[in-house]
């Protein structure tokens, strides 16, 4: 039986891929490996298209994966220093909620460990 461990969501613009997302559940998460959990690994937006709204979606879309999965919450790992990544995490509802060490070359950077509850409310 095969089983999906990772999904990919793009945007696309004009059939050029400008964004995407990576999405881990339990068996392929880096961190956490709990099985109410959804962990985003990567969202990029290709600098150009950044501000107008392609990471919110694709946030949206993580978020909207994870419930549909039955899951509680999306978490992510995020640099200490990319506050612009933070603030934006921040204002679509995630929260600090720990850190890891994260190798980096030579070195040993924190990156802040952040998480949402996903599941709808009654």
């Not at 929260?95 to 709808?120: A, C, N, R, S």
Request: with cysteine; aromatic share 14%.
């Amino acid at each position: 039986m095969l089983e999906s461990l990772l999904q990919v969501f793009c945007g696309k613009k004009e059939g050029k891929i400008i964004g995407y997302t990576k999405v881990n559940l339990v068996p392929a998460q880096t961190d956490i490996h709990d099985p109410k959990s959804l962990e985003i690994s990567r969202l990029y937006v290709l600098e150009e298209f950044l501000g107008i709204g392609l990471g919110k979606d694709l946030l949206d879309y993580a978020f909207d994966f994870a419930r549909k999965q039955g899951l509680e919450y999306v978490w992510l790992g995020v640099w200490e220093k990319n506050a612009r990544a933070i603030r934006f995490y921040e204002k679509n509802g995630l929260v600090k909620f720990g850190t890891h060490p994260f190798p980096f070359g030579d070195e040993i950077q924190t990156d802040w460990l952040m998480k949402k509850t996903v599941t709808y409310q009654k």
